[in-house]
């Protein structure tokens, strides 16, 4: 493969980047330059590199898209089981409630009888009986409901690391799959220019493809800026070279910040919703 960039020669006087194929410009004005840190050497990628490179990358997203296929099929069997406990307890909720009318029916119609037999004492009794009836069958419902709710939520609890990491490797596949994309490239290094001294001479450090990319058209890009290909960088990524320190913004750790922040977010409802 041909030498992605060459390392530009500093002269005493500015130049302005033009076009391929352009006409040479008039002669500019001298403008005095402050001292920049040498440019690094060109990095040239060679096509077992390149291979290697790519098929590593198609390991990767193999294995991502096999750990998603096992992490979808248990979401789709813990939800399965959420579904069939809810749907008990609905059935659950439907005999408590015809139990309470028998026992309404029931305390009506003791009491009518006792009434009827003009025995206060009977009366009494019949009451008390059906509010004994009442009550012991109640308890034992609500005792039931709320150890099907336990359990529920048992079950989510036990799915929710599971949830995350779904929820985390579905949200790389969608950035992987952008990252590599010529105009994902230039908004993050645009976010990272913000952050920048406005005089200040930058590298941009990334993935030999991303370089690759991005120089087949050098006018999108600021002027303040040096391509270098870096092999240690996955591809998606880039870190930031300056006088006065590196920014990094390497796709696998932003995606790691993220992992972290899903965590921890966990974590502090968790420890939120414990007895105190």
């Known amino acids: 493969m041909a030498t992605i960039i060459q390392a530009p020669a500093m002269a005493a006087n500015s130049r302005q980047l033009r076009r391929p194929g352009a006409a040479a410009a008039a002669a500019q004005a001298d403008v005095a330059l402050a001292p920049v840190a040498p440019v690094a050497s060109a990095v040239t990628v060679s096509p077992e590199v390149r291979q290697d490179a790519l098929a590593r990358q198609e390991r990767q997203l193999r294995d991502q898209a096999e750990l998603l296929r096992e992490r979808e099929q248990a979401l789709d069997a813990a939800t399965s089981r959420v579904a069939q406990r809810e749907t008990e307890l609905r059935q659950l909720e439907q005999q408590l409630a015809a139990r309470q009318q028998q026992l309404d029916d029931g305390s009506a119609a003791a009491y009518t009888e006792a009434e009827r037999r003009g025995e206060q004492q009977g009366r009494q009794r019949g009451e008390q009986e059906a509010r004994d009836a009442v009550a012991a069958q109640v308890g034992r419902l609500n005792a039931l409901v709320q150890t099907l709710q336990q359990a ?23 950035l992987g799959s952008q990252a590599v994309r010529r105009e994902a490239m230039l908004s993050m290094i645009s976010s990272l220019l913000e952050g920048a001294h406005a005089q200040d001479k930058l590298t941009v450090r990334l993935h030999a ?15 303040r800026l040096s391509l270098q290909a870096d092999t240690g960088i996955e ?18 750790i932003q995606l790691q910040h993220l992992r972290e922040t899903l965590l921890l977010a966990r974590r502090q409802r968790d420890e939120l919703e414990a007895p105190i």
């Open 152 to 174: 529920r939520r048992k079950l989510l609890d036990e799915n929710e690391d599971m949830l995350v990491e779904i929820a985390f490797t579905a949200i790389c596949r969608m």
């Open 209 to 223: 493809q991303d370089a690759a990319l991005l120089a087949q058209d050098s006018d999108g890009l600021d002027a």
């Open 235 to 252: 591809l998606g990524g880039c870190l930031l070279d300056s006088v006065h320190g590196t920014l990094d913004a390497r796709l696998e």
